[in-house]
């Protein structure tokens, strides 16, 4: 089942998100109906990747993506489990990336943090400097840092949270 963000998350994800969105591109992970990426691909994103398992929600993003005339050679919809794309080379390929919207099933936290881990190792597909939003339950707050990521702000909306990192410099990681 897909949670759609709700308008209030969404101008609030987006505020924080826009100044980063021109010429970047950004991951849409645990996509769903595509919301995200096809919001940052309509301000300004050159590239949005949709990651999702689930056929019939695969099929929702196509099909938002030609209502949204944004279909093409600039969204690129994957199907196949999240975390099994991000431990692939396929990962990898399509770096770097400037923004990642990790937004998991409330019901299954612990894909949260293995998505955050892998975008938090070196090598990573994320930019230096890049920004990677976890949504989650309130209650299943992720590490601060984690890998190259060093959360930087959280708000929360609800039953839902928003936490926002930045990728660091390797040598800025904690130990």
């Given at each position: 089942m897909?949670?759609?963000?709700?308008?209030?998350v969404k101008?609030?994800?987006?505020?924080v998100l826009d100044p980063s969105l021109r010429g970047a591109t950004v991951l849409d992970l645990f996509a769903g109906s595509g919301a995200a990426g096809i919001e940052a691909?309509?301000?300004?994103?050159?590239?949005?990747?949709?990651?999702?398992?689930?056929r019939r929600a695969v099929a929702t993003i196509e099909t938002n993506l030609e209502r949204a005339h944004l279909a093409g050679p600039e969204a690129l919809v994957i199907r196949r489990d999240a975390?099994?794309?991000l431990g692939?080379?396929?990962?990898?390929?399509?770096?770097?990336v400037g923004v990642a919207i990790v937004d998991p099933p409330y019901d299954q936290p612990d894909l949260m943090v293995m998505a955050l881990d892998h975008l938090g190792r070196?090598?990573?597909?994320?930019?230096?400097?890049?920004?990677?939003?976890?949504?989650?339950?309130?209650?299943?707050?992720?590490?601060?840092?984690i890998?190259?990521?060093?959360?930087?702000?959280?708000?929360?909306?609800?039953?839902?949270?928003?936490?926002?990192?930045?990728?660091?410099?390797?040598?800025e990681a904690p130990a």
């Amino acid at each position: 089942m897909t949670r759609p963000l709700s308008d209030r998350v969404k101008q609030t994800l987006f505020a924080v998100l826009d100044p980063s969105l021109r010429g970047a591109t950004v991951l849409d992970l645990f996509a769903g109906s595509g919301a995200a990426g096809i919001e940052a691909l309509s301000r300004g994103a050159i590239r949005a990747i949709f990651v999702e398992r689930d056929r019939r929600a695969v099929a929702t993003i196509e099909t938002n993506l030609e209502r949204a005339h944004l279909a093409g050679p600039e969204a690129l919809v994957i199907r196949r489990d999240a975390i099994g794309w991000l431990g692939s080379s396929d990962a990898m390929a399509h770096g770097p990336v400037g923004v990642a919207i990790v937004d998991p099933p409330y019901d299954q936290p612990d894909l949260m943090v293995m998505a955050l881990d892998h975008l938090g190792r070196s090598p990573t597909p994320m930019g230096r400097g890049s920004i990677v939003v976890a949504k989650h339950f309130w209650r299943d707050q992720p590490p601060d840092t984690i890998g190259l990521l060093a959360s930087d702000r959280a708000r929360r909306f609800g039953d839902t949270a928003l936490t926002f990192y930045r990728v660091v410099d390797p040598a800025e990681a904690p130990a």
